[in-house]
């Protein structure tokens, strides 16, 4: 038997689940989100301790049920110390709530994912940092900024070089903006100077908000409007240019958004995979799923993707798309990947070292490209738990490291082993109790953890696609007009999304100007 809906959206992640919240309340759709995971949150993913187990979206976890998690989100442990069964029999995890995927928002409470929570009158905290500390992967040493200070670890002319490139950024119109559109970060940056502390700097900073290593990857236009909003946003990168959410953690933003869907009437099957999309002639007719129940048809003339289009192909033939758009996605788009460190210890590192607990620090180029890196290699860390106390056991704290690296070096255990042996060696040089106070470590690679990229100059394949009726996209890696990264891009593509189906102007509802 057959289901009728106004529309059905793939996928339970931050992209399918705005979607489904505006729809469903705001546009009164009666909306179907079909997600393949027992879980709702897709890359916002998160776990907390309890016992010998881990809980997820109120569900128990063994060890093999928290693997099985991190594959959906394109993950796997690259090391863990002790090994995973004890981690769990010990219950070494127990009051410890970490993430597998999205584990810091841009810009606190006042980036996308604020704008769109307060928005849908669902706010949540999300305390960001209060301080930014660089520090010298060859001294190891430690330099708190100051806003308008200056960087301890240059030369006076690096310093007024890296400012003078800060302000540009910052001061940048429109029109400039749209040229810098069209190149790479590192073309913007090397045309600029050949400084090359300034080069590392910069680069690292533009790698946390990219999660990409090597700047001739990255769009220029991207980062900067990023970094240009802290102007409107009142906010730096000394002050909540990063939040993260309290306990259980980001899955939690799924999980509000997901009632929120229910209590306006729509309905979410987790557990239910789209296998096919059917079609009428060009326009869209419905889905077939494989649930619980055996393969089951729903029928909407409107359907949302929400799936990074390197993965789509599973469901949605090749010859649906443009020609031109496969040809791209199969020879030039490139998925943007993560190493990230979770370790907890028995005393607050920061504190200790006084500097301000809520600091993120930053470690530019640990690793020079020379090594066979694909470009110089950054650590950005920050202590979620002296953020928020809930995220950690009493007298307890972890600290988080996120690292990019490319697919292929995520692959190479001998390129991640380098990276983690090094990055603990510099931290525990700058943190000298840091090697006796560690009670345990995570590390994970995920090679798709902010989606499929098309190379600099191209934007990212937009909402609709010619010849496809009824067949929206939406999600961090879509949108012409989607600028930024990570869960910004997953609500900006959304908000374009709707405003496409409904003829609706969301953008500018839920965006202040500086975010649009
Ligand atoms: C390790 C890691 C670290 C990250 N760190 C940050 C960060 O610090 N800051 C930041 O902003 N972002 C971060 N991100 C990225 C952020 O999590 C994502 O950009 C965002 O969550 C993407 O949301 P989405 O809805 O576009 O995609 P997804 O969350 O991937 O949602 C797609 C959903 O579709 C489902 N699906 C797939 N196939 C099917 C099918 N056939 N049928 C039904 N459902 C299907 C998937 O299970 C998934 O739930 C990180 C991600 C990872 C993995």
Not at 117 to 127: A, N, S, T
Not at 134 to 148: C, F, R, T
Not at 253 to 272: C, F, P, S
Not at 360 to 374: D, Q, R, T, Y
């Amino acid at each position: 038997m057959s289901q009728q809906y106004d529309a059905i959206i793939i996928g339970a992640g931050l992209a399918g689940l705005s979607v489904a919240a505006l729809l469903a309340g705001e546009a009164g759709k009666r909306v179907l989100v079909l997600e393949k995971q027992d879980y709702v949150g897709g890359r916002l993913v998160s776990f907390t301790g309890k016992g010998d187990r881990l809980v997820l979206n109120g569900k128990d976890l063994d060890v093999k049920a928290y693997e099985k998690i991190l594959a959906s989100v394109y993950a796997w442990v690259a090391r863990s110390e002790p090994n995973l069964d004890t981690l769990f029999s010990e219950r070494m995890l127990d009051g410890f709530s970490f993430e597998a995927g999205g584990h810091a928002t841009f810009w606190g409470t006042r980036g996308r994912v604020g704008c769109l929570l307060d928005y849908l009158k669902e706010p949540i905290p999300l305390p960001g940092n209060e301080g930014f500390s660089v520090i010298d992967p060859e001294s190891s040493a430690l330099y708190p900024m100051e806003k308008g200070g200056r960087y301890g670890w240059m030369s006076d002319e690096s310093n007024r070089i890296a400012k003078a490139l800060l302000r540009e950024m910052a001061m940048a119109d429109e029109e400039t903006m749209k040229q810098w559109d069209l190149i790479s970060f590192g073309k913007w940056l090397n045309d600029r100077t050949d400084d090359r502390k300034v080069y590392e700097f910069l680069a690292a900073v533009a790698s946390i908000h990219m999660v990409m290593g090597e700047p001739e990857m990255i769009p220029a236009g991207d980062f900067i409007r990023f970094m240009r909003t802290a102007v409107s946003i009142g906010m730096n990168l000394i002050s909540g240019s990063t939040g993260i959410v309290p306990k259980p953690g980001f899955v939690y933003i799924g999980e509000r958004l997901a009632q929120h869907v229910k209590n306006d009437g729509g309905t979410i099957m987790t557990g239910t995979g789209v296998q096919e999309i059917v079609f009428d002639g060009e326009r869209v007719a419905g889905v077939i799923t494989d649930g619980p129940n055996g393969p089951q048809r729903f029928n909407a003339t409107k359907i949302v993707c929400t799936v990074p289009i390197r993965k789509i192909f599973k469901f949605l033939p090749r010859a649906r798309l443009p020609e031109a758009l496969v040809k791209q996605v199969d020879e030039q788009f490139f998925s943007v990947g993560m190493l990230t460190g979770y370790v907890a210890v028995k005393s607050n590192l920061l504190a200790d070292a006084g500097i301000a607990p809520k600091s993120w620090l930053l470690v530019p180029s640990i690793i020079k490209a020379a090594e066979g890196f694909i470009g110089d290699v950054d650590i950005i860390s920050i202590m979620p738990s002296n953020f928020e106390p809930s995220l950690a056991p009493a007298g307890k704290h972890v600290i988080a490291y996120s690292i990019a690296l490319t697919e292929g070096e995520l692959h190479d255990r001998a390129k991640v082993n380098r990276v983690i042996d090094l990055g603990r060696e510099i931290f525990h040089k700058t943190f000298p109790k840091m090697k006796q106070d560690t009670l345990w470590e995570i590390w994970t690679c995920s090679d798709k953890g902010f989606g499929d990229w098309p190379p600099p100059g191209s934007r990212r394949p937009d909402t609709t696609q010619p010849g496809l009726e009824g067949l929206f996209f939406a999600g961090d890696g879509y949108g012409a007009s989607t600028w930024g990264s990570g869960m910004d891009a997953a609500i900006h593509s959304a908000l374009y999304c709707v405003d496409a189906m409904t003829g609706g102007s969301f953008v500018e509802k839920v965006l202040p100007e500086y975010h649009r």
